[in-house]
């Protein structure tokens, strides 16, 4: 056999291995596969370990990719409408898909329980200490408060500027994040998971986030495998630099041919 086929056969054989790992082929990886089988390769073997490994199930698996592909840090489009269409497969309901957006969409929160702390010090410093903790809540701030915890079942601390400060604001942030939890399409445990993971996510890194809904996911049953698993999952994010920037690559190699040849 020539170095041709034989190459042409590898290439044959690793997407075949990768349908079979992962449960689909995407004509994304096509370039990758032609241009560095090599690298292909690799990346197939390491995103299947929680695929051939794993305890969570394949419809979970692929709410994990949804929920990091459709997070505001990243919307990579092609990778959501890929993993909705796997869910699907696997089995996943609307309702529950649509929770797994719910989910997702109230990344925006962390501008507030970032910046919080550092408007905290800034007035301390300025001698303009708003004394938060000296102040008692009033009966519509308990009530939201309550809400919260009755809805999502923890209250971190860093929520309580919000709560004195902007109490409106909080209410209906309350309202927004408890959505899913109202829907009830997903278990408790499932939930959590994907805030770890688009906490923990490459394109986030929210560790504060991270830690409270690992804590919760625990509370709920988690184990340390499905912790491991979904941090697996999600810790594969770095390849759409890949099937983002190939097709460029292809395309500037297609032009340069074509240049020559004219």
């Given at each position: 056999?020539?170095?041709?086929?034989?190459?042409?056969?590898?290439?044959?054989?690793?997407?075949?291995?990768?349908?079979?790992?992962?449960?689909?082929?995407?004509?994304?990886w096509?370039?990758?596969?032609d241009?560095?089988?090599?690298?292909?390769?690799?990346?197939?073997?390491?995103?299947?370990?929680?695929?051939k490994?794993?305890?969570?199930?394949p419809?979970?698996?692929?709410?994990?990719?949804?929920?990091?592909?459709?997070?505001?840090?990243?919307?990579?489009?092609?990778?959501?409408?890929?993993?909705?269409?796997?869910?699907?497969?696997?089995g996943?309901?609307?309702?529950?898909?649509?929770?797994?957006?719910?989910?997702?969409?109230?990344?925006?929160?962390?501008?507030?329980?970032?910046?919080?702390?550092?408007?905290?010090?800034?007035?301390?410093?300025?001698?303009?200490?708003?004394?938060?903790a000296?102040?008692?809540?009033?009966?519509?701030?308990k009530?939201?408060?309550?809400?919260?915890?009755?809805?999502?079942?923890?209250?971190?601390?860093?929520?309580?500027?919000?709560?004195?400060?902007a109490?409106?604001?909080?209410?209906a942030?309350?309202?927004?994040?408890?959505?899913?939890?109202?829907?009830?399409?997903?278990?408790?445990?499932?939930?959590?998971?994907?805030?770890?993971?688009?906490?923990?996510?490459?394109?986030?890194?929210?560790?504060?986030?991270t830690?409270?809904?690992?804590?919760?996911?625990?509370?709920?049953?988690?184990?340390?495998e499905?912790?491991m698993?979904?941090?697996?999952?999600?810790s594969?994010?770095?390849?759409?630099?890949?099937?983002?920037?190939?097709?460029?690559?292809?395309?500037?190699?297609?032009?340069?041919e074509?240049?020559?040849?004219?």
């Open positions: 056999m020539d170095m041709a086929k034989k190459l042409d056969a590898r290439r044959a054989k690793l997407k075949r291995e990768f349908t079979k790992n992962r449960g689909y082929w995407s004509e994304l096509e370039d990758v596969l241009l560095s089988p090599d690298y292909f390769e690799a990346y197939k073997d390491l995103s299947s370990v929680p695929w490994s794993g305890t969570l199930a419809k979970v698996k692929e709410f994990v990719y949804v929920a990091i592909d459709a997070a505001t840090t990243h919307l990579y489009n092609k990778g959501t409408r890929i993993h909705i269409a796997n869910a699907l497969r696997h996943a309901t609307k309702d529950e898909l649509m929770e797994v957006l719910m989910i997702a969409s109230v990344l925006g929160i962390h501008t507030m329980t970032d910046s919080l702390p550092i408007m905290m010090d800034v007035l301390k410093e300025a001698g303009k200490d708003p004394n938060l000296a102040r008692k809540l009033t009966a519509k701030q009530a939201i408060k309550e809400e919260f915890v009755k809805n999502r079942g923890f209250w971190p601390a860093v929520f309580e500027p919000i709560l004195h400060l109490p409106d604001y909080f209410k942030y309350t309202d927004l994040s408890s959505a899913p939890w109202k829907v009830g399409a997903l278990e408790p445990k499932v939930r959590e998971l994907l805030y770890v993971a688009i906490d923990a996510s490459t394109t986030h890194l929210y560790n504060a986030g830690k409270t809904h690992m804590a919760n996911a625990v509370k709920y049953g988690a184990t340390a499905e912790i698993e979904v941090l697996m999952l999600t594969v994010l770095g390849i759409h630099t890949i099937t983002e920037s190939v097709p460029i690559l292809v395309e500037e190699l297609t032009k340069q074509e240049e020559k040849g004219s």
